[in-house]
C-alpha cells in the first residue's frame, strides 16, 4: 500500500524558515517524480513545487521561488521541501504527491497526473 | 499566464448527470485530470489524461476535452459525489519551465 506522511509543519512568524519531511513507503521511491502541492484554508489547489526522480529536474511555482528549495533522498525514500522567509500568504496544508506515470513533466502536453496524495501537514505563519 | 476556468457552484438532483466544465487557452495540447475533493479529506484522481478512470472510480464518472473546454461528466449522480472538483493542467511558468496548474474548483451539490 502506498503511503505518503508529511511532518514539520507548524506555527511560523514571517520571515521565519521551516523544512517539510515526507516519508514514502509501499513503492519503488526512486521510480517516481514528486511534488507538493499546498492548499490555503477555504480555498484551493496550489502546485508548489516537484522534483524528478533523479532530482535532475526541480521546478517551482513562481510564488515560492527563491525562497522554497525542494530535495529527495532517495535511500531514505524521503523528499523534503525547506522553506524560507515565509509569509503570511503560504498559510496552508502542503501534501506530498506522487506523479502516476513516474516522470517529471517536461513539455505542456505532458499526460502526467498525481495518483497519491498525503494527509498534509499544516503551516500556519503568523505574528 | 495560463488558467484552468472552472464555474465556482453546480447543482445536480440525484439520479440526474452532471457536467463540470474547465476551460482555458490551447487544450488540444494539453491533458486534462480531475480530483474530487471531500471535506477534511485529501484529493482523490477520478479521470486522468483527459477521459481514463483509475482502477475503483465507478464507471459512472467520465471526461473528454474538446480541445477549448474540457467537462467532467456524472451520470446518475448520488449523494457521496457531492464535493469539489478540480481539474488539472500542465504549462510552463514565468521561467519557461513547466508547472502544474490547477483550475479554481467547483463545488458540486447533489440536492
Known amino acids: 500500500e502506498v503511503q505518503l506522511v508529511e511532518s514539520g509543519g507548524g506555527l511560523v512568524q514571517p520571515g521565519g524558515s521551516l523544512r517539510l519531511t515526507c516519508e514514502a513507503s509501499g513503492f519503488t521511491f526512486d521510480d517516481y517524480a514528486m511534488y507538493w502541492v499546498r492548499q490555503a484554508p477555504g480555498k484551493g489547489l496550489e502546485w508548489v513545487s516537484g522534483i524528478s526522480w533523479d532530482s535532475g529536474i526541480t521546478g517551482y511555482a513562481d510564488s515560492v521561488k527563491g525562497r522554497f528549495t525542494v530535495s529527495r533522498d532517495n535511500a531514505k525514500n524521503s523528499l523534503s521541501l525547506e522553506m524560507n522567509s515565509l509569509r503570511v500568504e503560504d498559510t496552508a496544508l502542503y501534501y506530498c504527491t506522487r506523479d502516476g506515470r513516474g516522470s517529471y513533466c517536461g513539455s505542456v502536453s505532458c499526460p502526467s497526473y498525481i495518483d497519491y496524495w498525503g494527509q498534509g501537514t499544516l503551516v500556519t505563519v503568523s505574528s | 499566464s495560463f488558467e484552468l476556468s472552472q464555474p465556482p457552484s453546480v447543482s445536480v438532483s440525484p439520479g440526474q448527470t452532471a457536467s463540470i466544465t474547465c476551460s482555458g487557452d490551447?487544450?488540444?495540447?494539453?491533458?486534462i485530470c480531475w480530483y474530487q475533493q471531500k471535506p477534511g479529506l485529501s484529493p482523490l484522481l477520478v479521470i486522468y489524461?483527459?477521459?481514463k478512470r483509475p482502477s475503483g472510480i465507478p464507471e459512472r464518472f467520465s471526461g473528454s476535452n474538446s480541445g477549448t473546454t474540457a467537462t467532467l461528466t456524472i451520470s446518475g449522480t448520488q449523494a457521496m459525489d457531492e464535493a469539489d472538483y478540480y481539474c488539472q493542467a500542465w504549462d510552463y511558468n514565468s521561467e519557461v519551465n513547466t508547472a502544474m496548474v490547477f483550475g479554481g474548483g467547483t463545488k458540486l451539490t447533489v440536492l
Open positions: 489524461q483527459d477521459s
Open positions: 490551447k487544450l488540444w495540447n494539453k491533458y
